[in-house]
């Protein structure tokens, strides 16, 4: 475990930065409002609407199965709520199994029966490893100009999955006049994305909230860019 140090995150004004941590009935969320209000967040879970779309930041949790998430997303009408935030560049945090739905779709059994939210194109599919799932410690290698690991470079962060996206298939159509998605990588079996910074969207494939002080100075870095 580092020894980076996080501190309170807050507005230009003084004022602690607003996160919602979003609750669909899937997901550790105690665990992770717990960590940002290590970081200094006013942080509220629920599923209310308003308060979704209203806050500063929105997190959107994921542990267990690809398609039990995006039912329980949709359910409360979480995949609306993200679509609208991203619309307006209001910023989302999506991890571990919260990365996997931003994408099309997922070959995780009982995943192929249901579309991903489609933010980005690509498709979750089982890590060709020896041994599943992919559990414990790993470096990554961080995106080139990352804010998100600001700090945290080197470090190591807690993984559980045995389902990652394996390709980067989002092509600039732009001609270059907007900034590229900046993609993280790590390995297990194969390299898979653990982080993409794009935007107003955010995601990990690993538990920030799980990875100590390194995954703490991650979340002050994510909350620190909110406006």
Same mark, same amino acid.
């Given at each position: 475990?580092?020894?980076?140090?996080?501190?309170?995150?807050?507005?230009?004004?003084?004022?602690?930065?607003?996160?919602?941590?979003?609750?669909?009935?899937?997901?550790?969320?105690?665990?992770?409002?717990?960590?940002? /209000? #290590?970081?200094? +967040? !006013? &942080?509220?879970?629920?599923?209310?609407?308003?308060?979704?779309?209203? %806050?500063? =930041?929105?997190?959107?949790?994921?542990?267990?199965?690809?398609?039990?998430?995006?039912?329980?997303?949709?359910?409360?009408?979480?995949?609306?709520?993200?679509?609208?935030?991203?619309?307006?560049?209001?910023?989302?945090?999506?991890?571990?199994?919260?990365?996997?739905?931003?994408?099309?779709?997922?070959?995780?059994?009982?995943?192929?029966?249901?579309?991903?939210?489609?933010?980005?194109?690509?498709?979750? /599919? #089982?890590?060709? +490893? !020896? &041994?599943?799932?992919?559990?414990?410690?790993?470096?990554?290698?961080? %995106?080139? =100009?990352?804010?998100?690991?600001?700090?945290?470079?080197?470090?190591?962060?807690?993984?559980?999955?045995?389902?990652?996206?394996?390709?980067?298939?989002?092509?600039?159509?732009?001609?270059?006049?907007?900034?590229?998605?900046?993609?993280?990588?790590?390995?297990?079996?194969?390299?898979?994305?653990?982080?993409?910074?794009?935007?107003?969207?955010?995601?990990?494939?690993?538990?920030?909230?799980?990875?100590?002080?390194?995954?703490?100075?991650?979340?002050?870095?994510?909350?620190?860019?909110?406006?």
């Amino acid at each position: 475990m580092s020894g980076v140090t996080p501190a309170p995150s807050t507005s230009a004004a003084g004022a602690a930065k607003k996160v919602v941590v979003l609750d669909y009935g899937f997901g550790n969320v105690r665990s992770a409002v717990r960590a940002l /209000e #290590r970081v200094g +967040a !006013d &942080v509220e879970l629920t599923s209310d609407r308003r308060a979704a779309l209203e %806050a500063d =930041g929105l997190l959107v949790p994921g542990v267990g199965a690809f398609a039990a998430v995006n039912e329980g997303l949709r359910a409360i009408g979480g995949d609306a709520i993200i679509d609208r935030r991203l619309a307006g560049g209001r910023p989302v945090l999506g991890i571990c199994v919260g990365l996997q739905v931003m994408f099309d779709a997922s070959t995780e059994p009982g995943g192929g029966d249901h579309e991903g939210l489609g933010q980005w194109p690509g498709t979750v /599919e #089982r890590l060709p +490893a !020896d &041994v599943v799932p992919h559990m414990g410690w790993s470096t990554v290698e961080a %995106a080139p =100009g990352s804010v998100l690991f600001e700090g945290v470079r080197d470090e190591r962060f807690y993984f559980v999955h045995s389902f990652g996206v394996q390709r980067w298939e989002l092509v600039d159509t732009t001609g270059g006049n907007v900034t590229p998605p900046a993609v993280t990588w790590a390995e297990h079996g194969a390299r898979f994305v653990a982080a993409v910074e794009n935007g107003p969207l955010t995601a990990t494939q690993f538990h920030p909230e799980k990875s100590g002080d390194a995954g703490a100075r991650l979340l002050r870095n994510w909350v620190d860019s909110l406006s």
